[in-house]
C-alpha cells in the first residue's frame, strides 16, 4: 500500500533542481505527496489542511542545505513541524492536588482503558512510590470490574471492592471516600467504553468528572485509529476536559496519525503511550519517534540532518584553522553574524542552544532584536578589505567615515571594535576547546558586548 | 440472519447518522445545499469519503470515476452522491455474503481472531444468540488464556446466548481449542466458537500460536475451522489493510465481521480491503447489546459512506 510513496518522493525530488532556497512550486510540488503520506498515515483531513498551511508558509523562502535536494528539504522543515505540533517538553503526568488526586481514564470501547490505568498505578506504585487505588466504574461491559480486580492483583494495587449493581456515579462517590478515608496519594477510576456520539453515556462521563474533579482525563485511544480520531477527541475535550492523551498499541505498526490529529483538536499533549499488553509495557511520549513514523520519511530527515551536521563541522574547521593561526578577522565575523540571522535570527538561535530555556523571556526585556545584528555588519561593511583583514589600522579619523558610511556614530563603532577583540581573545583561548562546543558558543560572544543603545544586559547574559 | 434485522438496522443506523460528527453532517449539508452540480460538489465528495476512512487513493479513484461520468452542471448535486453510492455498492455488493452453516458438518467450527480490542469476544456472543434463535445449538469455547478477565467476560456472554461454554485450565490456547472440539462432539452441537485472545498481526510469535490453533484443530478434524473470522473495529484506519492482509495470509481468514459501526466512524476502509482482498463481509456490530449484529448490506453501507440516508 504504502511502497510506492517513497518513489513518487524520489521524482519529485529529482524533477526539483537545486536552488538557493525553496521556492513556491517546488514546495507546492512535495506537500502533495506529504499530504497523501498523512492520508495513509491516518491523520485526520482537516487537519491535515492546517498543517501543511502552515508548513508552506516556513517553507517558501527557506535555504536549502548544500549536498540536499530541495524535495528533501521540505521533507525535513514538515518533520520538525510535526514534532513541533506534537508537543515539545514532556510534562508527565499531574498530581499537584489534595490527595487522592484523581486519574480519570476516557475513551471508545475497546481502546485499552483499563489495561493502561492498570499500567499508570503500577508506574506510580513502583517508580514514584505513591500509594495508589484503583476503581472501576464499567458497569456495562461484563466482568470488566473483575478484570480491573485482577490487574490489581497482578499489580498489587489497591482495587474497590466490587459491590453488585451500583451505578457508575455511586461507584464513583464510593471510590472518592474511601480513597480519602484511607489516605491514598491517587485514585485511578477507569470508566465504561462509549461512543462520543452516545449522548446518554457521555452526560455520564460528564457527571462522574464533575463530581470526582480529575486533576487527570487521560482519553486513551488506539494508535491505529482512522480519521474519526477528531471526532473522538472534540467530543471528550467538550464533556469531560480531557488534559492528556494516551497513545496505546504503538507496538503495531500503524503509522499513528490519530495522535497528530488528536493533538491538534483536543489540544492537549500526549502523555503516554501504551507499547505492549503486559502492564510494564507503558512508556514516555516521544514526539520525534512518532513524527518520523507518521510521516515514513526518518530516512530523509536523517540525511537533512547529517547534511546540516556536515556543513557545520566543515565551517567549524575552517574556522578553528583560522583561529589557530591567530587570523580570525572582520570578514569572519560577519560571516558568523550574516549566518545567525539566516537561521532564522536570534530567536531561533538561542532557542536551540542547549540550556538556553529561559534566555529567550530575559532577551524580550532587553529588546535584542535582528536589527542589531544587521548594524554590526553594516559597520563590518562600510570598513575596507585591509581594515576588515587588520582591525589595528583603525584610528579616529577611519572610525568617523565607518561610522558615518553605516549611518551610525562612533560609538558604536568602538564598540564592534572592543566585542572583536574579545572574541579573538576567547577564540584563542578556545583553540584548545572542542570545535562544536565552540560554535555552539559563537552566537553568546557576539551578543555579549553590544547592546542596543547602549543598554545594560541582563545579570548573568554579559561577557564571563 | 434474522429477518426483522435490516429494519432495525437502518433505524440504528439513521439515528447514528443525525447524532453524528458536526464535521461530518456540516461537510453534507454544505453538499446537498449546492443547487448546481459543479467541480467543489465532487472535489466535497471526495473529501468526504477521505475523512470516511476510505484512504486517499481509494476515493481519489472513485471521485475520478464520478467526474468521467460528467455531472457538471447538472440541478441536483443529490444525483452526484447517489451515483457515487452506486459505485461503491457495486464494489461491495459481490461480498456482502451471510456466515454459511453447512448443516452436513457438526459441529461447524468456527476461529474468531483480530487485534487487540476489536470486539471478537462480544460478536461471539451475539453470533451465538443469533444462531440460538435458529434453533441451532451452541457452544463456545474460552480461548483467550491471556487476558485478564477475558473467560469471565464470555461465560456471561453464554449465559445471556444460552451457549453451553467450554474453557479449560491450560494457558495453552491450542490445547483448549482441541479439547472444546472433543467437548462441542460429545454434547453434539452443531456450532462451536472459539475465542481467541486479541493479538496485533506484526507479532510473530503470538501469529504462530494462532497458526498452532488451526493446525491442532485440524488434527481432530481436517475440515476445521470452518470457518475463520476476522474482526475489524470500524474506528480502524488504513492498518486494516496491513491486519487483514497478514490474519488472512497466517490464519486462512474467510470472511470479515466489522464492529462497532453504531459510532460515527465510517469504517471505509473496508471498501478499499473489499478490492484489494474479496473477503466476504458477513456482519456489522451495532452495539454492545445481544441483538447489535446486522447482516452487512452493501447498499446500506455504501449511502452512509457518502453520507445519504438508508432506504
Ligand atoms: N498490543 C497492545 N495491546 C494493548 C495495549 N493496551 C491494551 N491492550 C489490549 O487491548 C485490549 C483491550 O484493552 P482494555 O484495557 O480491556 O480496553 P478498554 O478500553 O478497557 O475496553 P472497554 O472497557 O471494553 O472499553 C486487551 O486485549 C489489552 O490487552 C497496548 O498498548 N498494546
Ligand atoms: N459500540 C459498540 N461497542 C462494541 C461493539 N462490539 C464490541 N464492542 C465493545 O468493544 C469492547 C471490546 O470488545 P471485546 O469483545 O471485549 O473485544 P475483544 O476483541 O474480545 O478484545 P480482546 O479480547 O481484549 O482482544 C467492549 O467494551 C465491547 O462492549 C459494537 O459493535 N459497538
Ligand atoms: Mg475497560
Ligand atoms: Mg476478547
Sequence with gaps: MFEGLGEKLGDVFSRLTRKGALREGDVDEALREVRVALLEADVALPVVKDFLASVREKAVGEAVIRSVTPGQMVIKIVNDALVELLGGVNLGLNLNAAPPAVIMMVGLQGSGKTTSAAKIARRLKERDKKRVMMASLDTQRPAAQEQLRILGEQTGVETLPVIAGQAATDIARRALASARVQGYDVLILDTAGRLAVDEEMMNEAANIHLLSNPVETLLVADAMTGQDAVNVARAFRDRVNVTGIVLTRVDGDARGGAALSMRAVAEVPVKLIGTGEKLEALEDFHPDRIASRILGMGDVVGLVEKAAEQVDREEAEKLARKMKKGEFDLDDMAEQLEKLSKMGGLAAMIDMLPGARGLQQKMKGVNLDDKMIARQIAIIRSMTKSERRNVKLLNGSRKRRIAQGAGMDVPDVNRLVKQFMEMSKMMKRAGKLGQSGLMRSMPGMMLGNMPPGGGRMPPGFGPR | ?311
Excluded at chain 2, 258 to 278: I, Q
Design chain 2, 1 to 311: 440472519m434474522s429477518d426483522e434485522a435490516p429494519k432495525g438496522w437502518l433505524a440504528r443506523l439513521g439515528a447514528g447518522l443525525k447524532k453524528s460528527s458536526a464535521a461530518i453532517t456540516g461537510g453534507l449539508t454544505r453538499i446537498f445545499t449546492h443547487k448546481k452540480v459543479d467541480a467543489a460538489t465532487i472535489d466535497e465528495l471526495e473529501e468526504l469519503l477521505i475523512t470516511a476512512d476510505l484512504g486517499p487513493a481509494t476515493a481519489a479513484k472513485l471521485a475520478d470515476a464520478i467526474r468521467a461520468r460528467r455531472f457538471e452542471g447538472e440541478a441536483d448535486a443529490n444525483i452526484v452522491a447517489e451515483a457515487l453510492a452506486g459505485e461503491i455498492t457495486k464494489i461491495l455488493a459481490p461480498l456482502a455474503r451471510p456466515l454459511d452453516f453447512d448443516g452436513a458438518v457438526k459441529p461447524h467450527v468456527v476461529l474468531v481472531v483480530g487485534v487487540n480490542g476489536s470486539g471478537k469476544t462480544t460478536t461471539i456472543g451475539k453470533l451465538a444468540a443469533e444462531l440460538k434463535s435458529r434453533g441451532k445449538s451452541v457452544m463456545v469455547a474460552a480461548g483467550d488464556t491471556f487476558r485478564a478477565a477475558a473467560i469471565e467476560q464470555l461465560h456471561v456472554w453464554a449465559e445471556r446466548a444460552g451457549a453451553a461454554f467450554f474453557s479449560g485450565e491450560s494457558k495453552d490456547a491450542a490445547a483448549i481449542a482441541f479439547d472444546a472440539l472433543a467437548a462441542a462432539r460429545a454434547a453434539n452441537v452443531d456450532v462451536l466458537l472459539v475465542d481467541t485472545a486479541g493479538r496485533l498481526h506484526n507479532k510473530a510469535d503470538l501469529m504462530a500460536e494462532l497458526e498452532k490453533i488451526e493446525r491442532v484443530l485440524k488434527k481432530a478434524d481436517a475440515a476445521a475451522p470452518h470457518a475463520t473470522l476476522l474482526v475489524l473495529d470500524a474506528t480502524t484506519g488504513q492498518n486494516a489493510h496491513a491486519q487483514a492482509q497478514t490474519f488472512r495470509d497466517i490464519t486462512h481468514v474467510t470472511g470479515l465481521v466489522v464492529t462497532k459501526l453504531d459510532g460515527s466512524a465510517k469504517g471505509g476502509v473496508v471498501v478499499a480491503l473489499a478490492d484489494r482482498l474479496g473477503l466476504p463481509i458477513h456482519a456489522i456490530g451495532v452495539g454492545e447489546g445481544i441483538g447489535d449484529l446486522r447482516p452487512f448490506s452493501a447498499e446500506d453501507f455504501a449511502r452512509s459512506l457518502v453520507g445519504l440516508p438508508a432506504r
